[in-house]
């Protein structure tokens, strides 16, 4: 890629952020928009805007997002948002901190030089961009001095800047669970791998007197986890129904105008997809279906409750001190029996997965990992394949009919520019939902584990297939002669192949940032979908909400997406330092934008209490030392003598995140007790929070408890 | 070493061991060495002898141990005694297992071949034992499938003695720690690595806050650690006089004769080593000299207790449940500030550690590990020259005035049999007490721990420089040219080493056995020395007392000496099946000798409720594990075409490990709340149980509590 083919992608990408914004100020000013633009405020009961539209102009966002505070965050959106920021900020203070020193000392000492013209490697490739790179420099220069000492500044404002954030993240997750408000989840913990019940004695009795005897003072009650697969099933058909009928009323309600004063009733067929079968009246037909599947759900409620308990519990204290301390203390003499778990917030549980044994986890877990390793290895080869002919002089030669369009400058400098990002972009989007599912199969207990889970695969999935694919892949597509000389020098490999790849990354970080933060703050996708659905599908409030339901920020595939821009950016950050204001940008631009969604937009699905952040700070400490590796790599390439004097950078970035580990993590694996002993501004409600946890198939105000009493235990 | 002088040493070990018998019957029969071998009996206030002694017959010790039941052994000796029984019935349980398949097998199928004459690889030294084992038979001979089979045979027995031994344990520990009455170290935990205190509050202050909001209504009080170090030195010092005061008292009486009916006061010099100064009468200087000590002890106390806290403590809870569940839980946010740990017994407390701050230990722990690493690889090269130069030969050619000595056939013989392995046995003896040292000095809390450390550290060092160690180095001495073609060959070049070392080893094991277990029962050391003492030092009963303590069993020795027997028979028993029974000899004399010296000689100096198993288990496993490498090596230097199907042991063995550390091991580190939630039979008195942990040089009758109250709670 040339150097105007550069400049072209990013002025493209800068005018479609231009629009964007300027779309986004017209549409979210119309009030017709505001469940799109504001859908956080309004289900929080607030008024869309602050201070109403007349007065506002289209950049108020902005002053009301740079105003926000941490706190106002947490009150919106939850300690995971605000940990969310945290990475940002983080991020985004190494790279100013870096690019102050990188760029007013690198760039001139790369420019001044014209090593390239002497050295033979570089396969005439080179461009404009790549005289303010370290393939500037003549090998063994001194020059090269300035940029060994710029790598170890990058990694002392790192571990400065993460030191902090893992320490303030800690406070706020101590801070967030301090609180005096009731949170069902502790004062509960999930007990698993429960022994077989002894003859003659039901399981709630066993659990219930394992318990009481150990916490004689406060033990509240129990809960037997049940395999309510089949209840869920015949509850959903029952939702269902309901929201047919609320449908089939609202369209007669719609039709009593007055001209027809009766209106006309709805029908429907009964038969598949209510194409075939006999005619009927919706509201009577769906008003007897509900009536059906209510006894149905009642008589399969109770059959689970008594038939399907499973070998896990819920167990309840009145303390929120003993259910923290019970939470991470061995119960059993034998470990895989009676293993407890702090509860999670009760949405969050994976209920099937409740009732996995212990060492089944243990090889679900290395089984998953064997196959994502697989996938992981298996795709490098199609994206080397992509990146090597999704170059616009292969298609010309692949698909001879495109050659006209590529005659077109314009149009041909933008394909350029953009096909092997475009590619990538879609490419990547495939895999989480994967990932996902996988995790699942782990037999890990909560939603949000299962993310994080799934997030980590993934970015390790982006750093290998992606930055080292794509690198490699050109490398290896481009010189063919390198494999050959040196098929086993990986790192050396990886770190000559990263300056010829400098200008795709610019490219894609520029790409990412300005179209995507620009559709991310416009929210065309939803806005065209909502407005869609309101007009030709929703006839009740209740899907009308739906249509609109923001949904949450998507952690689990945002953060691997980032880290991926982290690890392109520390790798470049010495070797073409003008990466550097790019990634500063593009956490930036996403700190100011996202902070607008989360306050505004998006409504968390859980709350984790900032467990994310942990998986973050091992990640961002994953890029900074692949970074460290491929420098040490390029110094190598680069001849520089004083190259193994990088060495220890390695070194003490493990060694850093081992210290981390030690002396931060454990606080967010298990709740500590000096958080859990503060005092609670009222008495739990116990009812309350035992009913919390109660599957929504398996709550019935109907029904009298007492018939429940099979599963769950007497106070 | 010839066939002839393998008997020899054998016959001789074996003449040693039925004259230390008969000694023993002889002199264990006298009442006057009663205290020293029933010392264990006589403090636990029971009858020397069960049925007084002319009834006895001199075999009634062997009845009486193979008789004595597991739950003696623990009533007394402790679960410690009986774990290591445990230990030595497995590997009894697997040698004799093994060797039911082993013997009848292995023997025929190698005595029937002739492979070594065809083999160019033996260099001379082949002797008739060598015809009983693997080393016989004919390379890529199908003859090897029966070695192979027993190969698995060995791992599979091992894999299931050594299951049900974890779970006995675990039984054991699981019922000792359930026991009903009141041991002290169950109601308190220390803590350490408490944060500086804030200014205008005490430590004390600090402390009891801190675990009051957690704990209201469990808290008992709390315990100061302080710096004791001083007041230790002056207490020790008024102890000694004390002594001094009564030897002198005893003097007195004795002289008070017929004759003189006055008695004389004994005198003595106040200046060095009582050698020089000026004369004065005893018993007055020491009454004086302890009065001042006194007021020097009491003075030191109070500064002590006031001004020399540390920022460690210990709580005392009124409940064994919460203590359990406060010692496994989090309590800080920030991991190295208040972290916590189940107390030990009071008198295995290792109190100069307790102030030793969290990452302080971390890298006093990583220190050490490299300290001995060095030093297990270090000495190597002495041990290697050892076994080359401790052959008669070689010490004929460097000290030619013994060859006269070497001439008398019969001496030349003994000496031949058992220098090398005497010179092993002695240089093995000088290290224990280093690696003890550099144990404690990694920080560990309390006196189990810091054995078991230096006990694993001693396991290996033994396995690597004795038996890796004589092995290698014999075979690099004696060929030379094995080293330069394959320098890199570790395990094949070990694998064919092994069999020119089989009868050292033999003879190493056989000697351990007769002549170290005939010592051990004799107590022929403790006996003279005790006689000694009795006749010329001790005055008085006190003293008399001290010079018979037997001691406790000496497991940070004891163990990895045994695991070397372990490792040894393990390589060796597909190999030269023929140590298989001397190794199940070595333990099964072994059991019954020390049965009878658990039961009624040594006294247990503290209790780790079996928390040494662990431990076990794990060098158990790594001998295995060496024992199956060193196989596949040897298998491929017999040229046998199948030895990859060998590759799937050593990785069962450490999946064995893991399930068994992921099944067992946390129930060893943590107490378990199922356990400790058992009903005690009498409410614990708080005030003992707080007075067991006061160090003898803090605790004073004398003084009033409320002068103590600086570092201690109220109640």
Redesign the interface.
Known sequence: MDFSSFLTSLGTSFIIFVVLMIVFAFLSSRPGNNVVYYPNRILKGLEPLEGGYKSRNPFTWIKEALTSSERDVVAMSGVDTAVYFVFLGTVLGILVFSGMILLPVLLPVAVTDDGWKSQTTSNGTFSELDKLSMANITQKSNRLWAFFICCYWVSIVSFILLWRAYKHV??L??EALKAPDVKPEQFAVVVRDIPAVAEGQTRKDQVDS?FK???P?TFYRSMIVTDHKKADKIWEELEGYKKKLARAEAVFEKSKTDANPEGTRPTNRTGLLGICGSKVDSIEYYNEQINETITKLEAEQKVTLKDKQQNAAIIFFSSR?VA???A?????????T?SVLAAPEPRQLLWPNLKIK??QR?VRQYVVYFIVALTILFYMIPIAFISAFTTLQNLVKLLPFIKPVVRITVLRTVLEAYLPQIALIVFLALLPKLLLILSKMEGIPTESHAIRAASGKYFYFTVLNVFIGVTLGGTLFGTLKTLENSPNKLVSLLASSLPGNATFFLTYVALKFFVGYGLELSRLVPLIIFHLKRKYLCKTDAELREAWAPGDLGYGTRVPGDMLIVTIVFCYSVIAPLIVPFGALYFGLGWLILRNQALKVYVPSYESYGRMWPHIHNRILASLILYQVTMLGYFGVQKFYYAPFLIPLPLLSILFGF?CA??????FE??????A?NTMNVAPNMDLVFRAFIPPSLSSEKIDEEDFEDARSHV
Chains 1, 2 share one sequence.
Not at 670 to 675: M, Q
Request: aromatic share 20%.
């Open positions: 800690s406070w997750r101590g394992y005897t150990i916490y003072d001190v923290a301390s019970a991470q203390s061995l119960h059993a003499q034998m470990v895989d009676w212990y060492f243990e210290v030690k002396k931060f993590y454990p606080a298990r709740p500590t007790l000096e958080v002993a």
